[in-house]
């Protein structure tokens, strides 16, 4: 559990995100207010319950990124969700405990990462051995002629093999031996492909068909013909596969995601408002209805065993330009305790959003054009005047937040990026003037400007 405090929270937030300091503010404490919950004494620890919080604006002012920046930053695992791909319980589609079985599955195989990487050392000496193994005959056996054994030097055989194995070490660790055949008998890991038709994927079922299968029938295998470089890799990774302890691994996994689990709910906007008869917008209400234990605190049954909600941290973003917060069901209301409205970004903001993060959009572009040995450089009235496109053009059409940077940008610099492998004049300077020619007879149209920025 991190121990960062709300403000260096909120300064490493900065780093990546422009503006927005309410939502920072908010999920810092979030996020702080679970390391506290470590602190308490156990009696009140498991009644501390999360104050899950709902970002409100509009699309591309960097909802997601925040909530994505944060687990990141405090190693939790996370999970981001469109709440319009779940259907209620009775209709097809995917149900909402899926959200939870898809956190814990990509935590167990995010911690089973992390175990191989540490024993891959023990591994790779076994792999080695393993190798040697087959490089070498077996011990006892002696050269033979067709008139019967070939009178050798009198040496132990111990000595001789020891001897022998040790030489061929060398020449395999010094890749002298890497382009040697040997036959390796390889597991076919594949599994036959089994169709289930069922109002839930077959990922969603109780029964996890894939090892029941591999357990009832026997593991194939086959033996290939490989260089040795090709084999040692393929040994070691199976070899570190056996080293890991899954059942440490997956109690790890569950225990973190019970105590340090993000779930961030995009679009829970289009479930809200009131229920259609047909059509996409069917039962959103039963949506909301059955994400309420989730939200509230329950136990979801996944194929690695059981995994309580209480603590797991939700938060929802939507733009809400149709609907309110006030249109979700009052009992899923009260579970989103705290609510924050995200800032419309404006020139200023554009300007930071180019410049200042160290993912910066144009950083992007100067190190991609760097690759080709173009040397891209933005003079500031150009940096300027792409944000005041972009302010124009949100203004004029839909407002998308800072993707709009993005098409612009792609519009701006197409000729470059795709002259740039041909080009003689390697220093491509972009200035204010450069930006207007390329972009005017886009903006001077509106219906074109529409469709292509």
């Known amino acids: 559990m991190s121990e960062l405090k709300p403000s260096e929270i909120v300064t490493e937030l900065d780093k990546y995100i422009v503006g927005q300091d309410k939502a920072k503010k908010s999920v810092a404490i979030a996020l702080r207010n679970r390391w506290r919950r470590q602190q308490v004494d156990p009696e009140l620890r498991d009644e501390i319950a999360p104050k899950n919080i709902i970002l409100i604006g509009p699309t591309g002012v960097g909802k997601t990124e925040i909530a994505r920046r944060l687990s990141r930053m405090t190693d939790s695992p996370f999970n981001k969700v469109e709440a319009s791909k779940y259907t209620e319980v009775g209709y ?51 050269p033979t002629h067709e008139d019967g054994p070939v009178s050798v030097e009198v040496v132990t055989p111990g000595q001789a093999s020891s001897s022998t194995r040790e030489k061929l070490r060398t020449m395999l660790r010094r890749g002298k031996l890497d382009d040697r055949y040997i036959d390796l008998d390889v597991t076919d890991r594949s599994m036959p492909m089994v169709e289930i038709f069922s109002n839930v994927g077959m990922e969603e079922m109780g029964i996890n068909f894939k090892d029941m299968f ?70 959103r209400g039963g949506v909301q209805r059955d994400l ?30 149709v609907s309110k917060p006030s249109d979700l069901i009052p009992e899923l209301q009260g579970r989103f ?109 509106e219906d074109l400007s529409r469709y292509i920025l």
């Open 92 to 142: 097809v589609g995917r149900d909402v405990e899926s959200m939870i079985r898809d956190l814990v599955e990509m935590t167990v195989n995010q911690l089973r990462s992390r175990e191989q990487e540490a024993v891959l050392d023990k591994a790779g000496q076994i792999a080695e051995e393993r190798i040697l193994d087959m490089l070498l005959p077996k011990s006892g056996d002696q």
């Open 214 to 283: 591999s357990n009832i029938m026997p593991r194939n295998t086959k033996r290939r013909k490989m260089k040795v470089a090709e084999a040692r890799e393929m040994l070691i990774q199976d070899e570190a596969q056996n080293l890991v302890d899954m059942d440490k691994v997956v109690a790890q996994a569950i225990e973190k995601v019970e105590q340090s689990g993000i779930v961030f709910l995009d679009e829970i906007d289009k479930v809200a408002g009131k229920d259609s008869g047909h059509g996409p917008d069917v039962s």
């Open 292 to 321: 309420l234990p989730l939200v509230e605190g329950t136990t979801v049954a996944c194929k690695y065993g059981f995994v309580k909600t209480d603590h797991i941290l939700f938060i929802a973003s939507g733009a809400f330009h």
């Open 337 to 445: 305790p705290i609510r924050v409205e995200l800032d419309s970004l404006k020139r200023k903001e554009f300007i930071r959003i180019l410049t200042e993060p160290q993912n910066a959009l144009l950083l992007q572009y100067v190190a991609l054009l760097r690759t080709e040995g173009v040397e891209l450089v933005f003079e500031d009235d150009a940096v300027e005047q792409i944000a005041r496109d972009a302010e124009e053009v949100n203004n004029m059409t839909e407002n998308i937040g800072a993707r709009r940077l993005h098409t612009i940008m792609e519009c701006l610099l197409e000729d470059i990026l795709f002259d740039a492998p041909d080009m003689e004049k390697k220093k491509v300077v972009i200035d204010r003037i450069y930006v207007e020619n390329k972009l005017k007879s886009i903006k001077a149209s």
